[in-house]
C-alpha cells in the first residue's frame, strides 16, 4: 500500500484491509479460510483442489495417532493470530502434508497477497497466497 493510499484510509478513519477470506495456497492446492475464531484469526481449509492419486482425505501425517481420521476439509492449519499494526502474529501454522506446526505470522503485501511465514527456531520461509474473489 502506498503513502497515497495509507493517508486516505487515515483520513477515511478506516483501518487496512484484513486477512479475512478465502486464500488459494501458494501451491494451488487447496483453500484456506481465514476468519475470527475467538479473540484470535484462525484458518481452516475450505476446499481440496488436489484431486490427483494417493491425496488423503484425512490427517494421515498427524502426529497424534488418535487425530490422524480427521478430514481434511474443514481443518485447522492456521491458529491463534494476534493483529499487531499491519501484522498478524503469535499464531501457528499446521502443515497436514508433514504433520508439523510452526511458529507463524500473516501480512498482507502490497499487492493484496498474503505472506504467511512459518519458523522453526530461527529458521523461517514465507509463502505467498492469493485472495480468492
Known amino acids: ?21 478465502n486464500w488459494l495456497t501458494d501451491d494451488g492446492k487447496g483453500v484456506v479460510q481465514i476468519a475470527p475464531c475467538g479473540a484470535h484469526m484462525c484458518g ?7 484431486k490427483g492419486p494417493g491425496v488423503p482425505a484425512s490427517d494421515i501425517n ?24 499491519a501484522v498478524w502474529k503469535d499464531g501457528r501454522a499446521y502443515d497436514p502434508k508433514s ?5 507463524a505470522s500473516l501480512r498482507l503485501n502490497p499487492d493484496g497477497s498474503l505472506k504467511v511465514t512459518g519458523c522453526v527456531l530461527f529458521i523461517c520461509q ?7 474473489r
Open 1 to 21: 500500500m502506498g503513502y497515497f493510499s495509507m493517508l486516505l484510509l487515515l483520513a477515511a478513519g478506516t483501518s487496512p484491509p484484513g486477512v479475512e477470506g
Open 44 to 50: 481452516r481449509i475450505a476446499r481440496v483442489l488436489d
Open 62 to 85: 498427524n502426529p497424534d495417532p488418535k487425530l490422524r481420521g480427521q478430514p481434511i476439509l474443514g481443518l485447522v492449519t492456521l491458529s491463534g493470530f494476534s493483529r499487531d499494526g
Open 99 to 103: 504433520g508439523r506446526s510452526y511458529r
Open 126 to 132: 514465507s509463502r505467498r497466497w492469493t485472495r480468492m
